[in-house]
């Protein structure tokens, strides 16, 4: 098991020497902080989508990234909901795509991305959108994937 995870880390990390997003390259440089950008992420039989994963090493840099991320009250409701404690819940938003640390507020396809929050991983997960059939498989990938991991 702990092969096949050095495998995956070596392989993201190939992926992000070919191709970057704006949230990899402002956020990469940082020790602290793991940061994987992964090409082509199969969501369906049809439809792939570039994510951006940015992982805290430390509770921290944690803290940090919910003040850059702008998620201070997501992260309120999570220690009151005990979120912290449960790895299949996750919060989500929708953010610039030159900034993931901005919230939009009105929804023009091709002009945003969605991101998934993980409070017990310390991880943000941004899928670049680009047009309305990513969008919809991406709703749909995390729609799914949640009742799955709630069934387990």
Avoid: C
């Avoid at 793991?34 to 940015?54: H, K, P, Q, Y």
């Avoid at 944690?62 to 998620?71: D, P, Q």
Wanted: glycine letters at 2%; zero cysteines; charged letters at 20%.
């Amino acid at each position: 098991m702990k092969n096949h995870l050095t495998i995956l880390l070596l392989l993201l990390a190939s992926f992000a020497a070919h191709a970057q997003s704006d949230a990899y390259l402002r956020y990469a440089p940082n020790p602290n902080l793991n940061v994987a950008f992964v090409e082509g992420f199969r969501l369906d039989d049809s439809t792939t989508v570039d994510v951006t994963v940015i992982t805290a090493k430390d509770s921290t840099t944690w803290a940090w990234l919910i003040e850059e991320f702008n998620i201070s009250s997501m992260h309120n409701l999570a220690l009151s909901k005990q979120w912290y404690h449960e790895p299949k819940t996750i919060g989500t938003k929708m953010v610039q795509k030159n900034d993931p640390s901005q919230h939009v507020t009105k929804l023009i396809h091709g002009e945003f991305d969605f991101e998934t929050i993980s409070f017990f991983y310390k991880r943000i997960s941004i899928y670049h959108i680009i047009n309305q059939q990513q969008y919809n498989s991406v709703l749909r990938f995390i729609v799914m994937t949640s009742i799955k991991n709630r069934l387990q």
